[in-house]
């Protein structure tokens, strides 16, 4: 396990209790639903909902969420409160496993995501979900392939650059939370302590160089970062990121100006302050994260005209700590 291995799984265990503290009540956790067949330790996900939606003759959203971990790291089981909170607010959410760099390269990796994706159609068989309402969310490398379905769904050239399997639904909103969009700018970022070079070596397959200087040798340096192909036929978008970011330095906004350049209707949270940094959202024992998470949830409502009868997680007035939103 080389050091950039070493330090996102260190984030994890680090981040997993706090990241886990707030739980739901009634909310069922459906364990290891097998999606693909091609690895039983990650081509699985659970599924999230309240217990009360499954027979109430209604029609619910369903989320498809992407844990992040650099690419390279990363596990489901952290994402429990992030899961449940959904759940909790009236959504199935199906939180998933999928192979990752160094084990598959980086077309199968995205490949499981999409197959995931897809898979929300056997769920639907079984649970009453609405399969016009998928929300598809991710925090940090999970914003990434949030965003990269989006791109799938609206541009067969980048599927078909990636040999990916068909999407069965359109995405109906995305919630992307302090993501990567743009891996030309991010050669342009600190290389604190050679992480990020070593992190691309792992996802792209090759070495790449402390300087970036020969990344553009990977044969999909053009297709792999999503803003680059933000149009006006994308879903609508809450996004959010840290002004103070470690790890994904100047990402969001530019995302968000090209959000606002195409007329995507969308929403950013923006925060700062060393203490609200990279996935601040995640610890919600903070009203920070709360504020943050009732902004995404009241959006994603709003979009998709689904009528939540649950209160908010904090009252609006008070929060105090900086904040920058906008419809």
């Not at 596990?75 to 160094?102: C, L, Q, W």
Request: net charge negative; hydrophobic share 40%.
């Amino acid at each position: 396990m080389n050091r950039a291995e070493l330090v996102f799984k260190a984030i994890d265990v680090l981040g997993e209790r706090p990241q886990n503290a707030v739980r739901y009540p009634g909310i069922i956790r459906v364990q290891n639903i097998a999606y693909h067949n091609e690895s039983e330790e990650y081509n699985v996900a659970d599924l999230y909902f309240r217990r009360d939606i499954f027979s109430d003759g209604k029609k619910h959203p369903v989320m498809l969420y992407i844990h992040g971990g650099g690419f390279i790291k990363g596990d489901k089981d952290y994402r429990i409160t992030n899961s449940e909170f959904y759940a909790h607010h009236g959504y199935y959410v199906f939180n998933i496993d999928y192979r990752m760099p160094p084990d598959v390269e980086f077309e199968e990796n995205f490949a499981d995501i999409v197959r995931a994706f897809n898979y929300i159609e056997e769920i639907s068989k079984y649970c009453n979900i609405d399969t016009d309402k998928i929300v598809v969310s991710g925090d940090s490398s999970g914003a990434y392939f949030s965003a990269m379905l989006c791109a799938v769904a609206n541009n067969d050239t980048v599927r078909e650059r990636f040999g990916l399997p068909k999407l069965k639904f359109r995405p109906a909103a995305l919630a992307l939370m302090c993501g990567l969009f743009d891996f030309d700018k991010l050669s342009q970022t600190p290389n604190v302590m050679g992480l990020v070079s070593k992190t691309l070596s792992i996802v792209l397959g090759f070495k790449v160089k402390k300087d970036y200087s020969n990344a553009d040798e990977y044969e999909h340096i053009d297709f792999i970062s999503p803003i680059n192909f933000v149009n006006e036929n994308w879903c609508p978008v809450f996004i959010t990121w840290s002004e103070d970011d470690i790890l994904c330095i100047d990402q969001g906004k530019p995302m968000a100006d090209k959000f606002a350049e195409v007329g995507i209707k969308y929403k950013k949270f923006v925060v700062d302050g060393i203490l609200n940094n990279h996935c601040y959202h995640l610890n919600m024992s903070f009203k920070i994260a709360k504020r943050c998470m009732n902004k995404c949830i009241h959006f994603l409502n709003d979009v998709l005209d689904f009528e939540d009868n649950t209160k908010d997680e904090i009252e609006e007035d008070e929060f105090t700590l900086h904040h920058e939103d906008k419809k």
